[in-house]
């Protein structure tokens, strides 16, 4: 008979990961993927490498609709051409969602993607600056991780500036909690202006479509799976602390 001591002390079998998305197996959904066609533009998404959210992330999800997409894991790269791996003549052709102080809602703008000159202000002739641009930049990570990827990367002063004035609050709703209103997730993100810039509603449509699969699948393994998928810490107003796991 086995000893009760050794047969605690067997550690239980890993989760597999999903090879393409990185995520637990369970909370895979790359087998629902419609990949998107004939997209005109460009995808760069650099992710910081300390975004650790697996489980809730969307950059290699947002990634594998497009066969044009590419996805950068680190600090700095020394150019757009580097990070791209392929030469890019003009980086102004690259819109880079913008993470300053300026919101559309306190500038007035008009329309979900506003493209801003270097001060931070609206620029002159939105129709024709964002009917050239020729890719977008993301970058995927915490508020604070995305900023790291700002300043580290001097060359995106040279891309267009462009922020989101998006219609509707992300749909991560209390599953993570964004730290503005404006917040989006980085499939959202890229679902809004590039769906906006290429006047293509399906590719938002799509976008959407699978983000909506994967927090379902979240939160179906929330109740069989709670270490996998733990709910997110739940704010005690009479203590002013937060109760539960970090997601």
């Known amino acids: 008979m086995s000893n009760p ?9 890993p989760i597999p990961e999903c090879p393409h998305c990185q995520k637990p ?3 895979c959904i790359c087998d629902t993927v419609t990949p998107i066609e004939k997209s005109r533009l460009g995808l760069l998404i650099l992710q910081h490498p300390q975004e650790q959210d697996r ?11 497009f066969a044009n997409a590419t996805v950068r894991v680190g600090l700095s ?5 580097k990070a791209l791996g392929r030469p890019v003549e003009n980086a102004a052709r690259w819109a880079v969602l913008y993470l300053g102080s300026a919101r559309a809602a306190d ?43 700002w300043w580290r990367n001097p060359w995106m002063l040279k891309c267009q500036r462009v922020i989101l004035n998006p219609a509707h609050p992300s749909r991560y709703g209390r ?3 964004e730290p503005r209103k404006d917040g989006l997730s980085t499939i959202e993100a890229a679902a809004t202006i590039l769906s906006g810039l290429e006047k293509r509603p399906d590719i938002a449509d799509t976008l959407h479509a699978s983000f909506e699969r994967l927090l379902t ?18 704010k005690d107003r009479r203590r002013g602390v937060r109760r539960g796991k970090r997601v």
Not at 5 to 13: F, G, S
Not at 55 to 65: C, E, P, R, S
Not at 77 to 81: D, E, K, M
Not at 122 to 137: D, S, T
């Open 217 to 234: 699948r979240y939160r179906e393994v929330q109740a069989e799976m709670p270490d996998l998928a733990p709910k997110p810490p739940v």
């Open 175 to 177: 599953l993570r909690k």
């Open 25 to 27: 197996m369970p909370l």
């Open 107 to 149: 500038l007035e703008a008009e329309g979900e993607i506003v493209a801003l000159t270097r001060k931070g202000e609206v620029a002159e002739n939105q129709r024709a600056i964002l009917g050239k641009l020729e890719g977008v930049v993301l970058l995927d990570g915490t508020w604070s991780q995305a900023k790291a990827l």
């Open 55 to 65: 489980a809730l992330g969307t950059a290699q999800l947002l990634a594998k609709h």
């Open 5 to 13: 001591a050794e047969t605690a002390a067997v550690a239980p079998e």
């Open 77 to 81: 790269w020394p150019s757009l051409s």
